[in-house]
């Protein structure tokens, strides 16, 4: 039994495929377009070996320099939403404990409403010491600014 050249590309292409899910980098599915466009274009006009490959290394190559970057920004998403601010900006006026002792120079951590984040303050504080959350600290929003009570 053979297998047409057309055949083959587009199984290439399945093996891409699976890369891409086991090696995710948003790489291996442009080379998957590459094998398919040549199985494409073998399938239509009856092209030589070499003249495939090139097409494959080509089309490949093009679509992932040029669609790459658009398709990361649009694929990748966001780690932060809505729901993540709102349950920081509830922690915001709460009193809260000193778990680890917080300097001027050196972040300590506190516990708020069952969990332990990470607090800076402007002022040395205790463990132990109650304190009142500020503001956020961090981007990220595992950082608070506190105060003493």
């Known amino acids: ?26 790489i291996f599915i442009f080379f998957t377009a ?34 790459r970057k658009y398709s990361m920004a649009t694929f990748k998403g966001s780690t932060r939403d809505k729901v993540d601010d709102q349950y920081t900006e509830a922690k915001i006026g ?16 506190i516990k708020v409403m069952g969990s332990f984040w990470m607090a800076t303050s402007d ?9 009142i959350i500020e503001s956020q600290d961090s981007k990220d929003g595992l950082t608070f600014k506190v105060r003493k009570v």
């Open 1 to 26: 039994m053979s297998l047409s050249a057309s055949l083959v590309w587009f199984l290439v292409g399945v093996v891409f495929v699976i890369v891409e899910l086991l090696i995710p980098g948003f």
């Open 34 to 67: 590459g094998a398919w466009i040549a199985g494409l274009s073998v399938w239509v006009l009856d092209i030589s070996l070499t003249t495939q490959i090139i097409v494959f290394i080509v089309t490949s190559l093009v679509l992932l320099f040029s669609l």
């Open 94 to 109: 709460k009193t809260a404990i000193v778990t680890k002792p917080i300097s001027a120079h050196q972040p300590g951590e």
């Open 123 to 131: 002022e040395d504080i205790a463990q132990g010491a109650s304190v």
